[in-house]
């Protein structure tokens, strides 16, 4: 059944999903972007709001399900903010973000022949967060997450894609809240579970975190709840083996490094390793984790990368350069700081292949080639993917 075959005005067909985790369809001269779709569903929609020839809809009935189509297992399904993409099968979840990544690659990096997209699926469909941001509510008593399009907090008891031991600290501050102890102030809390205990954190009263420890291949990272570390644990020896893989020689960076996830694999491979990190938290951690490993020969560049690539004076051209910003992409600058070091081979690991487009078009004009793209489902049950590309400089 094509969209036109669609008689009544208010049924509409989605015709695939889109980055953001949109159903396209088309109706009433309008492209509309509608909430919590599958590919192929016939549904009464409700267009809640237009800007020019888009509108964004709801749906109001599922009038033919998609054969891809199932029943979101989570009573907060549509309430909550966090899940978008709990009404599709796992393997339609996977389809949607490799064609999420085509799309992008498409669309803003202007590729044209794009190598094949493999997607690495997550061990664990469920129960496989190991951070979470919580918002409290003192007034009202709700704890959980933002609701669906707005800063209301949605009251969760119970979440399905929670790790055992965070669902365990969610339901102790709960129980905190329902006694009446849990502090007014603690309206944003951030969580984060190591191997054996978890740290939290908020961005609105200052404590220092708990510090906990993870195991992922042959390293020990150790982190808080107010630096970032990755989602899923479970995927992350496989990233860190496609993001930094057999690579090795004299000299690599690390932009964006966090606590240090890609700087103790590349110190192991690299004579010298630079590494640059805004949050001085988590360069602590950094240092810690290096120090723990015994590995000395990683210069750590407290500072913005805009900043630290401003005022790079390297006079040898590095061999690896691995990037991993927050979804926002490299800010501006970095892709034009990039260029100007040259590194004859670039690791690009992201969380928005939009923003990663935007960026691997710059790199691609400079005269880079994209040799591979591997998505890996870090955040089963939502439109999020991790993308690592790696491009190489044919001249270099
Ligand atoms: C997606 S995380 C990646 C961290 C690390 N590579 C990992 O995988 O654990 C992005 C990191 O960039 C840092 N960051 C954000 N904006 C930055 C900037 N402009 N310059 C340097 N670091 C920045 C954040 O503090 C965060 O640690």
């Known amino acids: 059944m094509g969209p036109t075959d669609v008689q009544d005005k208010n049924l509409v067909e989605i015709e695939r999903l889109l980055p953001g985790g949109f159903g396209l369809a088309h109706a009433e001269g309008l492209t509309l972007f509608v909430a919590l779709a599958a590919p192929g569903d016939i549904?009464?929609?409700?267009?809640?709001?237009?800007?020019?020839?888009?509108?964004?809809?709801?749906?109001?009935?599922?009038?033919?399900?998609?054969?891809?189509r199932v029943e979101p297992p989570c009573p907060y399904f549509g309430l909550c903010g966090g899940c978008d993409f709990q009404q599709l099968d796992y393997e339609a979840q996977l389809a949607a973000k490799v064609e999420i990544?085509?799309?992008?690659?498409?669309?803003?990096?202007?590729?044209?022949?794009?190598?094949?997209?493999?997607?690495?699926?997550?061990?664990?469909?469920?129960?496989?967060?190991?951070?979470?941001?919580?918002?409290?509510?003192?007034k009202a008593?709700?704890?959980?997450?933002?609701?669906?399009?707005?800063?209301?907090?949605?009251?969760?008891?119970?979440?399905?894609?929670?790790?055992?031991?965070?669902?365990?600290?969610?339901?102790?501050?709960?129980?905190?809240?329902?006694?009446?102890?849990?502090?007014?102030?603690?309206?944003?809390?951030?969580?984060?579970?190591?191997?054996?205990?978890?740290?939290?954190?908020?961005?609105?009263?200052?404590?220092?975190?708990?510090?906990?420890?993870?195991?992922?291949?042959?390293?020990?990272?150790?982190?808080?709840?107010?630096?970032?570390?990755?989602?899923n644990h479970e995927l992350l020896e496989l990233l860190l083996g496609e993001a930094v893989g057999e690579e090795h020689g004299k000299t690599a960076i690390d932009l964006y490094s966090g606590v240090g996830l890609f700087t103790l694999p590349l110190a192991r491979r690299f004579n010298q390793v630079t590494a640059v990190e805004a949050n001085s938290r988590a360069v602590d951690y950094a240092q810690r984790n290096l120090d723990?490993?015994?590995?000395?020969?990683?210069?750590?560049?407290?500072?913005?990368?805009?900043?630290?690539?401003?005022?790079?004076?390297?006079?040898?051209?590095?061999?690896?350069?691995?990037?991993?910003?927050?979804?926002?992409?490299?800010?501006?600058?970095?892709?034009?700081?990039?260029?100007?070091?040259?590194?004859?081979?670039?690791?690009?690991?992201?969380?928005?292949?939009?923003?990663?487009?935007?960026?691997?078009n710059k790199l691609l004009e400079g005269g880079y080639s994209l040799d591979s793209i591997v998505g890996f489902d870090m955040f089963p049950q939502t439109h999020h993917v991790e993308t690592v590309a790696r491009l190489s400089h044919s001249e270099f």
């Not at 979804?327 to 990039?338: D, K, M, P, Q, T």
Request: proline share 5%.
């Open 43 to 68: 549904l009464r929609v409700k267009i809640e709001r237009k800007r020019g020839s888009v509108g964004f809809a709801s749906i109001i009935e599922v009038v033919k399900p998609s054969t891809v």
């Open 141 to 231: 008593k709700r704890l959980g997450y933002f609701a669906r399009g707005s800063h209301d907090v949605c009251d969760v008891e119970v979440c399905a894609v929670l790790r055992p031991e965070l669902q365990q600290t969610l339901e102790r501050l709960r129980e905190q809240m329902r006694e009446g102890t849990l502090s007014k102030k603690l309206t944003d809390i951030e969580a984060v579970a190591g191997d054996e205990d978890v740290s939290l954190a908020s961005a609105t009263t200052h404590f220092r975190s708990k510090e906990v420890s993870r195991h992922i291949g042959n390293e020990t990272y150790y982190f808080g709840a107010e630096a970032f570390f990755q989602i």
């Open 292 to 360: 723990a490993a015994e590995l000395d020969n990683v210069e750590i560049a407290n500072m913005s990368v805009a900043e630290w690539l401003k005022h790079w004076l390297g006079f040898e051209r590095p061999e690896f350069l691995l990037l991993d910003p927050p979804r926002s992409g490299a800010e501006g600058g970095v892709i034009e700081g990039i260029l100007k070091v040259a590194p004859q081979k670039i690791c690009y690991v992201s969380c928005d292949p939009a923003t990663l487009a935007r960026d691997l």
């Open 101 to 138: 990544i085509r799309d992008c690659l498409h669309r803003i990096a202007r590729i044209e022949t794009l190598p094949d997209i493999v997607m690495v699926p997550s061990p664990a469909q469920w129960q496989y967060r190991s951070r979470a941001n919580w918002q409290f509510d003192p």
